[in-house]
Protein backbone atom coordinates (compact mmCIF):
# COMPACT_ATOMS: atom_id res chain seq x y z
CA UNK A 1 0.00 0.00 0.00
CA UNK A 2 1.00 3.77 -1.00
CA UNK A 3 1.34 5.00 2.45
CA UNK A 4 1.47 8.39 1.33
CA UNK A 5 -1.25 8.15 -0.99
CA UNK A 6 -3.44 7.40 2.11
CA UNK A 7 -1.97 10.16 3.59
CA UNK A 8 -2.85 12.58 1.03
CA UNK A 9 -6.48 11.30 0.91
CA UNK A 10 -6.74 12.25 4.96
CA UNK A 11 -4.87 15.28 3.96
CA UNK A 12 -7.84 16.10 1.52
CA UNK A 13 -10.39 15.44 3.81
CA UNK A 14 -8.78 17.73 6.82
CA UNK A 15 -8.15 20.61 4.76
CA UNK A 16 -11.77 20.37 2.80
CA UNK A 17 -13.27 20.35 6.97
CA UNK A 18 -11.28 22.89 7.95
CA UNK A 19 -13.20 25.57 5.14
CA UNK A 20 -16.27 24.43 6.63
CA UNK A 21 -17.30 26.34 10.02
CA UNK A 22 -17.67 24.61 13.08
CA UNK A 23 -19.72 23.80 14.95
CA UNK A 24 -22.62 22.27 13.13
CA UNK A 25 -26.11 23.74 13.79
CA UNK A 26 -27.88 22.23 16.18
CA UNK A 27 -30.08 19.16 15.19
CA UNK A 28 -27.84 18.55 12.53
CA UNK A 29 -24.84 16.21 11.32
CA UNK A 30 -22.03 16.22 8.67
CA UNK A 31 -19.78 13.99 7.47
CA UNK A 32 -16.81 14.50 4.61
CA UNK A 33 -16.42 11.55 1.72
CA UNK A 34 -13.29 11.70 -0.52
CA UNK A 35 -13.81 9.77 -3.62
CA UNK A 36 -10.37 9.27 -5.31
CA UNK A 37 -10.61 9.09 -9.26
CA UNK A 38 -6.67 9.53 -9.76
CA UNK A 39 -3.28 9.25 -7.57
CA UNK A 40 0.03 10.13 -9.38
CA UNK A 41 3.43 11.05 -8.04
CA UNK A 42 5.10 14.93 -7.64
CA UNK A 43 7.95 16.25 -8.81
CA UNK A 44 10.49 12.92 -9.97
CA UNK A 45 8.42 9.59 -9.25
CA UNK A 46 7.67 11.30 -5.75
CA UNK A 47 10.66 12.96 -4.87
CA UNK A 48 10.22 16.76 -4.26
CA UNK A 49 13.76 17.85 -2.68
CA UNK A 50 14.71 17.83 0.79
CA UNK A 51 13.37 19.43 3.78
CA UNK A 52 15.74 21.30 6.19
CA UNK A 53 14.94 20.49 9.89
CA UNK A 54 14.82 17.74 9.84
CA UNK A 55 17.10 17.14 7.04
CA UNK A 56 15.24 14.69 4.86
CA UNK A 57 13.71 13.79 1.46
CA UNK A 58 10.63 15.25 0.67
CA UNK A 59 7.67 13.08 -1.26
CA UNK A 60 4.29 14.13 -2.71
CA UNK A 61 1.25 12.76 -4.30
CA UNK A 62 -1.20 14.63 -6.79
CA UNK A 63 -4.97 13.94 -5.98
CA UNK A 64 -7.51 14.55 -8.54
CA UNK A 65 -10.77 13.30 -6.53
CA UNK A 66 -14.30 14.51 -5.62
CA UNK A 67 -15.28 15.20 -1.87
CA UNK A 68 -18.70 14.91 -0.90
CA UNK A 69 -20.64 16.71 1.93
CA UNK A 70 -23.41 15.07 3.18
CA UNK A 71 -25.96 17.08 5.55
CA UNK A 72 -27.78 14.88 7.71
CA UNK A 73 -31.03 14.98 10.72
CA UNK A 74 -32.48 17.67 10.90
CA UNK A 75 -35.48 19.60 9.12
CA UNK A 76 -34.99 19.24 5.46
CA UNK A 77 -35.38 22.95 4.82
CA UNK A 78 -32.83 23.43 7.24
CA UNK A 79 -30.43 20.88 5.96
CA UNK A 80 -30.71 22.82 2.98
CA UNK A 81 -29.80 25.98 3.85
CA UNK A 82 -26.70 24.75 5.82
CA UNK A 83 -25.34 23.01 2.56
CA UNK A 84 -26.14 26.17 0.40
CA UNK A 85 -24.17 28.18 3.48
CA UNK A 86 -21.14 25.90 2.90
CA UNK A 87 -21.34 25.86 -0.72
CA UNK A 88 -20.82 29.51 -0.62
CA UNK A 89 -17.92 29.79 2.21
CA UNK A 90 -15.81 27.17 0.42
CA UNK A 91 -16.39 28.16 -2.95
CA UNK A 92 -15.34 31.87 -1.79
CA UNK A 93 -11.95 31.11 -0.92
CA UNK A 94 -9.18 32.81 -2.94
CA UNK A 95 -6.99 31.40 -5.00
CA UNK A 96 -3.58 32.05 -2.59
CA UNK A 97 -6.16 30.39 0.30
CA UNK A 98 -6.46 27.61 -1.84
CA UNK A 99 -3.30 27.13 -2.56
CA UNK A 100 -1.72 27.58 0.86
CA UNK A 101 -3.98 24.33 1.66
CA UNK A 102 -2.58 22.54 -1.55
CA UNK A 103 -5.64 22.67 -3.54
CA UNK A 104 -5.19 23.82 -6.83
CA UNK A 105 -8.74 24.02 -8.30
CA UNK A 106 -11.73 23.54 -6.29
CA UNK A 107 -14.97 23.22 -8.47
CA UNK A 108 -18.81 22.31 -7.49
CA UNK A 109 -20.77 19.89 -8.86
CA UNK A 110 -24.43 19.66 -9.39
CA UNK A 111 -26.14 17.20 -7.21
CA UNK A 112 -30.24 16.07 -7.28
CA UNK A 113 -30.42 16.57 -3.23
CA UNK A 114 -30.36 20.01 -2.16
CA UNK A 115 -29.11 18.83 1.29
CA UNK A 116 -25.72 17.32 -0.62
CA UNK A 117 -22.42 18.73 -1.69
CA UNK A 118 -20.06 17.61 -3.86
CA UNK A 119 -16.20 19.33 -5.39
CA UNK A 120 -14.07 18.68 -7.42
CA UNK A 121 -10.88 18.84 -6.24
CA UNK A 122 -7.53 19.33 -7.69
CA UNK A 123 -4.57 18.10 -4.17
CA UNK A 124 -0.92 18.16 -4.03
CA UNK A 125 0.49 16.83 -0.75
CA UNK A 126 3.54 16.91 0.60
CA UNK A 127 4.61 14.44 3.07
CA UNK A 128 6.79 16.64 5.88
CA UNK A 129 8.98 13.99 7.91
CA UNK A 130 8.91 14.67 11.54
CA UNK A 131 12.87 13.35 11.66
CA UNK A 132 15.60 12.85 9.94
CA UNK A 133 16.57 10.40 7.29
CA UNK A 134 18.84 9.49 4.44
CA UNK A 135 18.45 12.13 1.81
CA UNK A 136 18.23 11.40 -2.06
CA UNK A 137 21.39 12.75 -3.44
CA UNK A 138 21.33 10.75 -6.96
CA UNK A 139 17.64 9.78 -8.74
CA UNK A 140 17.86 6.59 -10.88
CA UNK A 141 15.46 7.45 -13.56
CA UNK A 142 16.30 4.63 -15.31
CA UNK A 143 12.41 3.14 -15.53
CA UNK A 144 9.44 4.32 -17.74
CA UNK A 145 6.66 2.95 -19.32
CA UNK A 146 9.18 1.69 -22.44
CA UNK A 147 6.76 -0.06 -25.09
CA UNK A 148 9.50 0.57 -27.37
CA UNK A 149 12.02 -2.38 -29.14
CA UNK A 150 14.86 -0.56 -26.90
CA UNK A 151 16.89 -0.62 -23.61
CA UNK A 152 16.11 2.58 -21.82
CA UNK A 153 19.21 4.10 -20.67
CA UNK A 154 19.05 7.37 -18.19
CA UNK A 155 21.32 10.03 -19.81
CA UNK A 156 20.47 13.85 -18.46
CA UNK A 157 17.76 14.56 -15.88
CA UNK A 158 16.70 18.34 -13.93
CA UNK A 159 14.89 19.09 -11.17
CA UNK A 160 13.44 23.16 -10.86
CA UNK A 161 14.22 23.10 -7.27
CA UNK A 162 17.90 21.82 -7.01
CA UNK A 163 18.78 24.52 -10.39
CA UNK A 164 17.74 27.31 -8.16
CA UNK A 165 20.20 26.38 -5.12
CA UNK A 166 23.07 26.70 -8.18
CA UNK A 167 25.16 29.92 -9.02
CA UNK A 168 24.30 29.43 -12.28
CA UNK A 169 20.96 27.50 -12.56
CA UNK A 170 21.00 27.34 -16.53
CA UNK A 171 25.02 26.75 -16.83
CA UNK A 172 23.98 23.13 -18.26
CA UNK A 173 21.08 24.41 -21.08
CA UNK A 174 21.81 27.04 -24.27
CA UNK A 175 19.06 29.14 -24.80
CA UNK A 176 18.90 30.07 -28.30
CA UNK A 177 15.95 32.03 -30.31
CA UNK A 178 14.79 30.45 -34.00
CA UNK A 179 16.17 32.56 -36.71
CA UNK A 180 12.79 32.84 -38.46
CA UNK A 181 10.92 34.80 -35.85
CA UNK A 182 8.72 37.02 -37.33
CA UNK A 183 9.20 40.39 -37.36
CA UNK A 184 9.03 42.76 -34.23
CA UNK A 185 8.90 39.35 -32.10
CA UNK A 186 10.77 39.78 -28.65
CA UNK A 187 13.66 37.42 -27.76
CA UNK A 188 13.11 34.65 -25.73
CA UNK A 189 13.88 35.45 -22.11
CA UNK A 190 14.95 31.77 -20.41
CA UNK A 191 15.25 32.20 -16.07
CA UNK A 192 14.86 29.65 -12.96
CA UNK A 193 12.51 31.56 -10.68
CA UNK A 194 11.47 30.80 -6.73
CA UNK A 195 8.10 31.99 -6.47
CA UNK A 196 5.59 30.31 -6.24
CA UNK A 197 7.53 27.68 -7.01
CA UNK A 198 11.09 26.57 -8.07
CA UNK A 199 10.66 26.59 -12.25
CA UNK A 200 12.20 27.32 -15.34
CA UNK A 201 10.22 30.12 -17.66
CA UNK A 202 9.55 31.52 -20.60
CA UNK A 203 8.60 35.06 -20.41
CA UNK A 204 8.26 36.71 -23.65
CA UNK A 205 5.65 35.72 -26.46
CA UNK A 206 8.69 34.78 -29.21
CA UNK A 207 7.04 33.54 -32.25
CA UNK A 208 7.27 32.91 -35.84
CA UNK A 209 4.60 31.68 -38.13
CA UNK A 210 0.77 31.63 -36.70
CA UNK A 211 -0.19 29.76 -33.71
CA UNK A 212 -2.56 27.76 -35.71
CA UNK A 213 -2.00 24.97 -38.08
CA UNK A 214 -2.88 26.71 -40.96
CA UNK A 215 0.82 27.19 -41.22
CA UNK A 216 4.08 24.88 -40.06
CA UNK A 217 6.13 27.45 -40.02
CA UNK A 218 6.43 27.33 -35.92
CA UNK A 219 9.38 29.37 -34.89
CA UNK A 220 10.08 30.00 -31.12
CA UNK A 221 12.57 30.06 -28.53
CA UNK A 222 13.93 27.26 -27.58
CA UNK A 223 16.42 25.63 -24.43
CA UNK A 224 18.99 22.99 -25.66
CA UNK A 225 20.18 20.72 -22.89
CA UNK A 226 23.87 20.56 -22.29
CA UNK A 227 24.59 18.37 -19.82
CA UNK A 228 27.84 19.38 -18.46
CA UNK A 229 28.33 21.75 -21.09
CA UNK A 230 28.23 19.53 -23.91
CA UNK A 231 25.69 19.42 -27.11
CA UNK A 232 23.56 16.15 -26.61
CA UNK A 233 23.13 13.59 -29.99
CA UNK A 234 19.92 11.34 -29.75
CA UNK A 235 18.73 9.94 -32.71
CA UNK A 236 16.79 7.47 -30.39
CA UNK A 237 15.40 8.67 -27.09
CA UNK A 238 12.21 9.18 -24.77
CA UNK A 239 11.93 12.83 -22.76
CA UNK A 240 9.49 13.45 -20.18
CA UNK A 241 8.68 16.72 -18.15
CA UNK A 242 6.61 18.46 -15.84
CA UNK A 243 5.20 21.76 -17.25
CA UNK A 244 2.51 23.78 -16.11
CA UNK A 245 1.51 27.48 -18.22
CA UNK A 246 -1.29 30.22 -17.58
CA UNK A 247 -0.73 31.00 -21.36
CA UNK A 248 -2.50 28.26 -24.18
CA UNK A 249 0.48 29.17 -26.64
CA UNK A 250 2.42 26.56 -28.00
CA UNK A 251 5.05 24.33 -26.01
CA UNK A 252 6.71 21.24 -26.56
CA UNK A 253 10.49 20.03 -27.07
CA UNK A 254 12.79 20.51 -30.22
CA UNK A 255 14.67 17.26 -31.30
CA UNK A 256 17.33 15.60 -33.60
CA UNK A 257 18.44 19.31 -34.00
CA UNK A 258 21.44 19.23 -36.33
CA UNK A 259 21.44 23.06 -37.04
CA UNK A 260 19.41 25.74 -36.40
CA UNK A 261 17.34 24.84 -39.55
CA UNK A 262 17.46 21.49 -39.06
CA UNK A 263 15.41 20.12 -36.86
CA UNK A 264 12.19 18.27 -35.26
CA UNK A 265 9.74 19.48 -32.97
CA UNK A 266 6.33 18.83 -31.35
CA UNK A 267 4.20 21.35 -30.24
CA UNK A 268 0.90 21.50 -27.97
CA UNK A 269 -1.39 24.54 -27.95
CA UNK A 270 -4.55 24.59 -26.31
CA UNK A 271 -5.31 28.07 -27.31
CA UNK A 272 -5.79 26.50 -31.46
CA UNK A 273 -6.59 22.92 -29.71
CA UNK A 274 -3.86 20.71 -31.03
CA UNK A 275 -0.41 18.57 -30.61
CA UNK A 276 1.56 18.00 -33.61
CA UNK A 277 4.76 16.95 -34.97
CA UNK A 278 6.57 18.81 -37.12
CA UNK A 279 10.17 19.72 -38.61
CA UNK A 280 11.87 22.65 -40.29
CA UNK A 281 14.46 21.56 -42.88
CA UNK A 282 16.89 24.32 -44.25
CA UNK A 283 14.82 24.53 -47.06
CA UNK A 284 10.57 24.34 -45.27
CA UNK A 285 9.11 23.81 -42.59
CA UNK A 286 6.79 20.73 -42.77
CA UNK A 287 4.12 19.00 -40.50
CA UNK A 288 4.35 15.51 -39.44
CA UNK A 289 1.50 13.04 -39.50
CA UNK A 290 -1.97 14.25 -38.62
CA UNK A 291 -2.18 16.36 -35.41
CA UNK A 292 -4.39 15.48 -32.36
CA UNK A 293 -7.38 17.70 -31.79
CA UNK A 294 -6.31 18.63 -28.21
CA UNK A 295 -4.49 20.38 -26.00
CA UNK A 296 -3.22 20.69 -22.49
CA UNK A 297 -4.77 22.18 -19.05
CA UNK A 298 -3.82 25.59 -18.09
CA UNK A 299 -2.35 26.54 -14.58
CA UNK A 300 -1.82 23.10 -13.81
CA UNK A 301 1.29 20.32 -13.16
CA UNK A 302 1.34 18.32 -16.23
CA UNK A 303 3.38 15.26 -17.18
CA UNK A 304 4.77 14.99 -21.14
CA UNK A 305 6.63 12.32 -22.62
CA UNK A 306 8.04 12.25 -26.02
CA UNK A 307 9.51 9.74 -27.81
CA UNK A 308 11.01 9.40 -31.03
CA UNK A 309 12.62 5.58 -32.68
CA UNK A 310 13.08 4.43 -36.12
CA UNK A 311 10.10 6.01 -37.82
CA UNK A 312 8.05 6.33 -35.11
CA UNK A 313 7.09 9.31 -32.87
CA UNK A 314 4.56 9.32 -29.99
CA UNK A 315 3.81 11.80 -27.30
CA UNK A 316 1.98 10.83 -24.04
CA UNK A 317 0.02 13.25 -21.51
CA UNK A 318 -0.22 12.61 -18.06
CA UNK A 319 0.27 9.09 -19.35
CA UNK A 320 -2.20 8.73 -21.83
CA UNK A 321 -0.50 7.97 -25.60
CA UNK A 322 -2.32 11.69 -27.52
CA UNK A 323 -0.31 11.34 -30.32
CA UNK A 324 1.02 8.57 -32.58
CA UNK A 325 2.73 9.29 -36.15
CA UNK A 326 4.89 7.95 -38.53
CA UNK A 327 7.71 9.39 -40.34
CA UNK A 328 8.74 8.44 -44.01
CA UNK A 329 12.57 9.51 -42.37
CA UNK A 330 14.44 8.46 -39.57
CA UNK A 331 15.28 11.56 -36.90
CA UNK A 332 18.98 12.00 -37.21
CA UNK A 333 20.96 12.22 -34.25
CA UNK A 334 21.14 15.99 -32.77
CA UNK A 335 20.51 18.19 -29.46
CA UNK A 336 17.06 17.68 -27.81
CA UNK A 337 15.38 20.84 -25.53
CA UNK A 338 12.36 22.82 -24.45
CA UNK A 339 10.40 24.70 -27.17
CA UNK A 340 7.52 27.66 -26.70
CA UNK A 341 6.00 29.65 -29.67
CA UNK A 342 3.81 32.89 -28.75
CA UNK A 343 3.87 31.48 -25.05
CA UNK A 344 5.14 34.18 -22.59
CA UNK A 345 4.11 32.16 -19.60
CA UNK A 346 5.27 28.73 -19.48
CA UNK A 347 6.92 27.07 -16.70
CA UNK A 348 9.05 23.73 -16.56
CA UNK A 349 9.67 21.79 -12.97
CA UNK A 350 11.67 18.36 -14.15
CA UNK A 351 12.67 16.97 -17.16
CA UNK A 352 14.86 13.80 -18.02
CA UNK A 353 16.04 11.89 -20.87
CA UNK A 354 16.48 8.35 -21.85
CA UNK A 355 18.98 7.19 -24.18
CA UNK A 356 17.14 4.33 -26.41
CA UNK A 357 19.72 1.22 -27.54
Known sequence: MDSIAVEAVAALEAALNGLMPVPVPAGLTRSTRVLTQRIRPCGLGGYIGVHQGPTA??????????????????????????????????????????????????????????????????????????????????????????????????????????????????????????????????????????????????????HGGPGTLADPRKAGTQLLWRPRGAPMSLARAAMEFEFASASGEGLGVVFGRRAANDFWFYLASQAHGYQVFGRRTPAEWLQVGPAAASGFTLNQRQQLLIGFHDKTLFAELDGDRSLTVTTTDNVLAGELGLLTQGNGAAAFLTGRVWRLD
Open 57 to 206: SLYGRRLNARVEVSIAAGAPADASAYAATLSGQVLAQTRAELASLGIHRLSSASLPDPSQLAFDVDFEYIHVPDAGEGVISTLDLGVFNNVTPYRATPVFDFDAATLATLPQPLGEFLAIDDPDLDGGSPAGDWAVINVPTPRIVQRRTT
